[in-house]
């Protein structure tokens, strides 16, 4: 039996310890995983209703669950384009399309490719000469270039192969990513397949699920290669998935810890030299080649030390070969002979050290944490800010997602009938999709969305042609109410007061007041960036053991109409749909201001002005004066306003 010593079991237990109280524990890792997962849900169920031939991918330690606050880890979010297929061998080759054979010969560099057009109508290699986007090389292959990332339609800082875009407050920077994607496993990994390690792992079921993901090819070439131009690293990032979501808690912990100690020891001085890609590897060649058993609780500072060990000898030979590519190494030119004996230092002492070293990492608070553990002093716990994070961002990304539906629907050649007929396709999708596990939470999510704004355009053109709403329309909006606290319902609202039902709309108001918890619901808007201030104390204690459902009792987005539902809003808002000029058109990009030809409001303000209305025609001077006065309160004190301009603009029209 393998035997602990008795300081190496302590510091190990009080250490698993602090990494749980800082979030790596079963629970969030499994919650981060979901949210994230279910993210990449509902970005495919709307490429699936923009009729884009695209899969998306949300990778990286968000996903993973492999992360903490301070780590800051960012996403890679994979767009992978279906419409060129990548063959490996001649007899996959697809008649009618524009097949791409994937090159890996001894002239290539290990983990990389070359894309040779072939034609659509025989499987021959393509005719021709070189172009923008094609290179013929001295044997006559046609072969794509690699700066296809370029031809993305996004405002974003580019960073070789991807885009970037930074996060708002409390959400993660993000890495865009453009692929291709080929359905077989790459020729390079095929002997990994049949290779097994000292630890059995990863079992020969796991291999056989990495061997059906094939691969992804990213528009980048190898540092220095004679090809740079038109080589294309291949990505296993769907295998290297399967392999994390099968570690234990010791060896996402070890993970975590040896990307805390490069953020802390080596990054400030010698900046993405060790990078966490790096880290995972070393993680999965340990893993690979010791017993099973080694992997527990009471034994993390060995583990770590055993993972440290490896990177060590990595840099010593400069060599860290990719787990699945092992002709790939991931530090060739990464470290210069200036850097390395202080990265080797650095690294020996903390070896070295026994775990003293972990005392000096101000990360997440990490050496103050574990001092306190050995007194046995409270620390707190950082659960309910990682869940109140993971749960705003669902919301945000929920309602980013209807941008993008919103963006196709505000098309200024969508009349207001095709509109119609466009979301009742949505709708017609969602429901007869015959979705599973996430995919079908993720439609449940969506689904009342697009019956909302259906039922609101509908009911929009109702009004102008009957001053009237019908059953169809109103049945829609019933449909969608529970998308969040308020918003949906204020479209209702909204309709009711058009239609001059003055006293059913006061009902639907004073239900959406009394849902309106003040201490608990947090605005939600992603229109554009802002600096967003913490969250409300009362939505931090529920998020910790509340999930995606809980979102329309704890949130309320802000409410938006398209020109199309034009005749749902009052007249005092209607003028925000035409804010903006040609001038201002010149220098924004549609994609991410397209709200500004929008009517938007902000859920609490608009309830406020709504019920002032309301009351006006009521005659009721005292509730109106009273909900004047809390406009004016939600407009000086909200501190998460997306719209506060337009929340004074009503309220000028109320003064």
Same mark, same amino acid.
């Given at each position: 039996?393998?035997?602990?010593?008795?300081?190496?079991? !302590?510091?190990? =237990?009080?250490?698993?310890?602090?990494?749980?109280?800082?979030?790596?524990?079963?629970?969030?890792?499994?919650?981060?995983?979901?949210?994230?997962?279910? =993210?990449?849900?509902? $970005?495919?169920? !709307?490429?699936?209703?923009?009729?884009?031939?695209?899969?998306?991918? %949300?990778?990286?330690?968000?996903?993973?669950?492999?992360?903490?606050?301070?780590?800051?880890?960012?996403?890679?979010?994979?767009?992978?384009?279906?419409?060129?297929?990548?063959?490996?061998?001649?007899?996959?080759?697809?008649?009618?399309?524009?097949?791409?054979?994937?090159?890996?010969?001894?002239?290539?560099?290990?983990?990389?490719?070359?894309?040779?057009?072939? +034609?659509?109508?025989?499987?021959?290699?393509?005719?021709?000469?070189?172009?923008?986007?094609?290179?013929?090389?001295? !044997?006559?292959?046609?072969?794509?270039?690699? &700066?296809? /990332?370029?031809?993305?339609?996004?405002?974003?800082?580019?960073?070789?192969?991807?885009?970037? $875009?930074?996060?708002?407050?409390?959400?993660?920077?993000?890495?865009?990513?453009?692929?291709?994607?080929?359905?077989?496993?790459?020729?390079?990994?095929?002997?990994?397949?049949?290779?097994?390690?000292?630890?059995?792992?990863?079992?020969?079921?796991?291999?056989?699920?990495?061997?059906?993901?094939?691969?992804?090819?990213?528009?980048?070439?190898?540092?220095?290669?004679?090809?740079?131009? /038109?080589?294309? +690293?291949?990505?296993?990032?769907?295998?290297?998935?399967?392999?994390?979501?099968?570690?234990?808690? %010791?060896? *996402?912990?070890?993970?975590?810890? =040896?990307?805390?100690?490069?953020?802390?020891?080596?990054?400030?001085?010698?900046?993405?030299? %060790?990078?966490?890609?790096?880290?995972?590897?070393?993680? &999965?060649?340990?893993?690979?080649?010791?017993?099973?058993?080694?992997?527990?609780?009471?034994?993390?500072?060995?583990?770590?030390?055993?993972?440290?060990?490896?990177?060590?000898?990595?840099?010593?030979?400069?060599?860290?070969?990719?787990?699945?590519? !092992?002709?790939?190494?991931?530090?060739?030119?990464?470290?210069?002979?200036?850097?390395?004996?202080?990265?080797?230092?650095?690294?020996?002492?903390?070896?070295?050290?026994?775990? /003293?070293?972990?005392?000096? %990492?101000?990360?997440?608070?990490?050496?103050?944490?574990?001092?306190? #553990?050995?007194?046995?002093?409270?620390?707190?716990?950082?659960?309910?800010?990682?869940?109140?994070?993971?749960? &705003?961002?669902?919301? /945000?990304? *929920?309602? =980013?997602?209807?941008? #993008?539906?919103?963006?196709?629907? #505000?098309?200024?050649?969508?009349?207001?009938?095709?509109?119609?007929?466009?979301?009742?396709?949505?709708?017609?999708?969602?429901?007869?999709?015959?979705?599973?596990?996430?995919?079908?939470?993720?439609?449940?999510?969506?689904?009342?969305?697009?019956?909302?704004?259906?039922?609101?355009?509908?009911?929009?053109?109702?009004?102008?042609?009957?001053?009237?709403?019908?059953?169809?329309?109103? #049945?829609?909006?019933?449909?969608?109410?529970?998308?969040?606290?308020?918003?949906?319902?204020?479209?209702? @609202?909204?309709?009711?007061?058009?239609?001059?039902?003055?006293?059913?709309?006061?009902?639907?108001?004073?239900?959406?007041?009394?849902?309106?918890?003040?201490?608990?619901?947090?605005?939600?808007?992603?229109?554009?960036?802002?600096?967003?201030?913490?969250?409300?104390?009362?939505?931090?204690?529920?998020?910790?053991?509340?999930?995606?459902?809980?979102?329309?009792?704890?949130? @309320?987005?802000?409410?938006?109409?398209? $020109?199309?539902?034009?005749?749902?809003?009052?007249?005092?808002?209607?003028?925000?749909? &035409?804010?903006?000029?040609?001038?201002?058109?010149?220098?924004?990009?549609?994609?991410?201001?397209?709200?500004?030809?929008? @009517?938007?409001?902000?859920?609490?303000?608009?309830?406020?002005?709504? $019920?002032?209305?309301?009351?006006?025609?009521?005659?009721?001077?005292?509730?109106?004066? @009273?909900?004047?006065?809390?406009?004016?309160?939600?407009?000086?004190?909200?501190?998460?306003?997306?719209?506060?301009?337009?929340?004074?603009?009503?309220?000028?029209?109320?003064?």
């Amino acid at each position: 039996m393998y035997q602990v010593p008795d300081y190496n079991q !302590t510091v190990s =237990m009080k250490l698993s310890e602090v990494l749980a109280d800082i979030g790596v524990d079963e629970r969030i890792v499994m919650k981060r995983r979901r949210t994230w997962l279910l =993210m990449e849900s509902i $970005q495919n169920i !709307t490429l699936q209703q923009l009729n884009r031939n695209d899969s998306a991918y %949300i990778f990286g330690s968000q996903s993973e669950g492999t992360t903490t606050i301070d780590l800051q880890s960012d996403l890679d979010h994979i767009y992978c384009n279906k419409d060129l297929p990548i063959i490996q061998d001649w007899s996959d080759w697809i008649p009618g399309v524009n097949n791409l054979l994937m090159i890996q010969d001894n002239s290539i560099s290990p983990g990389y490719c070359l894309l040779q057009r072939l +034609r659509s109508d025989a499987p021959l290699p393509e005719d021709g000469e070189s172009n923008q986007y094609l290179f013929k090389d001295r !044997t006559g292959k046609l072969l794509l270039k690699n &700066f296809i /990332v370029s031809l993305l339609n996004i405002n974003l800082e580019i960073h070789g192969p991807a885009g970037f $875009q930074q996060g708002q407050q409390g959400l993660s920077d993000i890495d865009f990513v453009y692929a291709l994607h080929c359905t077989t496993w790459p020729q390079q990994a095929r002997q990994w397949l049949d290779q097994q390690g000292e630890g059995q792992w990863p079992s020969a079921e796991m291999k056989q699920y990495c061997s059906r993901t094939g691969c992804f090819v990213v528009g980048v070439g190898c540092r220095g290669s004679e090809h740079e131009q /038109v080589e294309w +690293r291949i990505s296993t990032s769907l295998a290297e998935r399967c392999l994390m979501f099968n570690l234990n808690i %010791i060896q *996402i912990r070890c993970y975590v810890l =040896m990307k805390i100690i490069s953020k802390t020891f080596i990054n400030p001085l010698f900046k993405d030299v %060790i990078t966490s890609f790096m880290c995972k590897t070393v993680l &999965f060649h340990c893993i690979s080649n010791t017993h099973n058993n080694i992997w527990r609780e009471n034994n993390l500072l060995s583990c770590l030390s055993l993972c440290l060990y490896l990177l060590y000898n990595n840099i010593i030979y400069e060599n860290c070969p990719h787990f699945i590519i !092992t002709g790939n190494n991931l530090m060739r030119g990464k470290i210069s002979p200036a850097v390395k004996p202080y990265i080797l230092e650095i690294l020996s002492n903390i070896i070295n050290s026994a775990g /003293v070293a972990i005392l000096g %990492i101000k990360c997440d608070d990490l050496g103050s944490r574990l001092q306190h #553990k050995f007194y046995n002093l409270c620390t707190i716990k950082t659960s309910d800010i990682i869940s109140e994070s993971l749960l &705003f961002s669902l919301a /945000v990304h *929920i309602y =980013m997602t209807l941008k #993008k539906i919103n963006h196709h629907l #505000k098309d200024s050649t969508c009349s207001p009938n095709e509109a119609v007929e466009i979301l009742k396709n949505y709708v017609s999708k969602t429901i007869n999709c015959q979705y599973e596990g996430l995919d079908k939470t993720a439609s449940h999510l969506l689904l009342p969305w697009y019956c909302t704004t259906l039922g609101s355009v509908l009911a929009s053109l109702n009004i102008y042609h009957y001053n009237t709403v019908s059953a169809d329309a109103l #049945k829609l909006i019933s449909l969608g109410l529970n998308t969040d606290v308020a918003s949906s319902k204020l479209k209702l @609202a909204s309709i009711l007061y058009c239609v001059q039902e003055i006293q059913k709309a006061d009902t639907v108001l004073s239900e959406i007041e009394r849902r309106y918890d003040l201490q608990i619901v947090e605005p939600v808007c992603s229109c554009y960036q802002f600096e967003r201030e913490l969250s409300r104390q009362g939505f931090f204690d529920l998020c910790d053991n509340h999930n995606e459902e809980d979102l329309q009792y704890i949130t @309320a987005s802000c409410v938006r109409y398209l $020109q199309c539902e034009i005749h749902c809003v009052p007249t005092e808002l209607r003028y925000e749909m &035409f804010r903006s000029t040609q001038e201002d058109r010149m220098f924004r990009t549609e994609e991410d201001n397209n709200w500004m030809d929008c @009517a938007v409001v902000d859920s609490l303000p608009y309830l406020y002005f709504l $019920q002032y209305k309301v009351h006006s025609h009521l005659g009721r001077h005292d509730q109106k004066q @009273a909900v004047l006065f809390k406009l004016i309160r939600t407009i000086k004190e909200e501190p998460n306003l997306g719209h506060r301009e337009t929340a004074l603009n009503l309220l000028g029209k109320c003064i």
